[in-house]
């Protein structure tokens, strides 16, 4: 499966930012997938922000405060990541991943995630 992510590379503060992964070699709703957002940043280092699964229920994490929403296109394969609010400090590099080791839960661990996309820079400055 490969993954690859296409948004914006510049946001400014206070906007949201929305990012969309693109996957091809298997099906986002074939069972037990997961599909996650993960960030890595000097900062805070490799952060999980949300996943969506198979089934289509989507996860996040709660440190994020309720700033992030997962949704996805069947008909082309494709979720995508809307951020919310976003300050200076959401500048990282932004990965999407796939755990397909069908599992029942999703996992907010990134080490459980085997395929990933390169990933895309984003900043954040006005």
């Known amino acids: 499966v490969q993954l690859q992510e296409s948004g914006p590379g510049l946001v400014k503060p206070s906007q949201t930012l929305s990012l969309t992964c693109i996957v091809s070699?298997?099906?986002?709703?074939?069972?037990?997938?997961?599909w996650s957002w993960v960030r890595q940043s000097p900062v805070k280092g490799l952060e999980w922000m949300g996943a969506i699964s198979y089934s289509g229920s989507t996860y996040d994490n709660p440190s994020l405060q309720s700033r992030t929403s997962i949704s996805r296109d069947t008909s082309k394969n494709q979720f995508t990541l809307h951020l919310t609010s976003v300050t200076p400090e959401d500048t990282a590099v932004y990965y999407c991943a796939a755990d397909m080791n069908l599992r029942l839960q999703v996992s907010s661990d990134p080490r459980d995630y085997g395929y990933w996309g390169q990933g895309t820079q984003v900043t954040v400055s006005s």
């Open positions: 070699g298997d099906s986002i709703i074939a069972n037990k997938n997961h």
